[in-house]
């Protein structure tokens, strides 16, 4: 199994309201990682989780909260987004930090 | 400041030739090179890496090369097939950091 799970697949949110991204992988990777990808640009490092514990965060504005509750899960707390953070989300996991990642198949979301 | 450079913002191949994806890297420090594979919407499809201490590795019609003097790597498609028709990311890492992706290129494969 070497699939990396995120749910939604697509969301909608104004700009008041409060919403969560899902993400799941079984492969026992140890580190998970979020990245935000424009149309057109390659994809860019939000946060980085290691053996559970936060161990990078790219300068990521605060209406962005990443939580990991074990091993298998990560999720990205959303609130107070503006249009410009309409953007594909995606979830990687990978083994240790370093080596290859794998991702999943990203949330499209679009702030109005 | 652009540690992983993929010059080429698109590239034009006819099915059966052979694609050359570029990518070029700055920083010294990296150890891990990877090519990944990406459709519109879609997560990246991790392709094929290569460790600094290697100079090539295959698998099936793709192989990645590395320059490490040069500070280069590449990677061969061959024969090109249509379905190979996406934007290709070049990344990498030193050991402890997240990966670090290139701008892409667009490789169109035509029949």
């Known amino acids: 199994d070497t699939e990396v799970t995120q749910t939604p697949k697509h969301l909608v949110m104004g700009m008041t309201n409060k919403k969560s991204l899902k993400c799941e992988q079984h492969m026992g990777h140890r580190a998970m990682y979020w990245y935000k990808q424009k149309a057109k640009k390659p994809p860019e490092l939000m946060f980085v989780y290691s053996y559970e514990k936060l161990s990078i965060n790219e300068s990521v504005p605060s209406r962005f909260s990443p939580e990991c509750p074990n091993s298998s899960l990560l999720n990205l707390h959303l609130h107070a987004l503006q249009p410009e953070d309409s953007a594909l989300y995606l979830c990687?996991?990978?083994?240790?930090?370093?080596?290859?990642?794998?991702f999943g198949q990203g949330t499209r979301l679009t702030v109005v | 400041d652009q540690q992983v450079k993929q010059n080429s913002p698109s590239l034009s191949v006819q099915e059966g030739r052979i694609s050359i994806l570029n990518c070029d890297y700055t920083n010294s420090m990296f150890d891990y090179f990877l090519w990944y594979k990406k459709y519109p919407a879609e997560g990246p499809t991790f392709l094929i890496s290569?460790?600094?201490?290697?100079d090539k590795n295959e698998d099936g019609r793709f192989t990645v090369f590395l320059n490490k003097s040069a500070k280069h790597l590449s990677l061969h498609i061959v024969p090109s097939q249509p379905g190979d028709s996406a934007v290709y990311f070049c990344a990498a890492n030193q050991a402890g950091t997240a990966l670090i992706f290139g701008k892409g290129t667009t490789l169109s494969v035509s029949s």
């Open positions: 290569i460790s600094s201490i290697k």
């Open positions: 990687a996991s990978s083994q240790r930090l370093s080596g290859e990642a794998f």
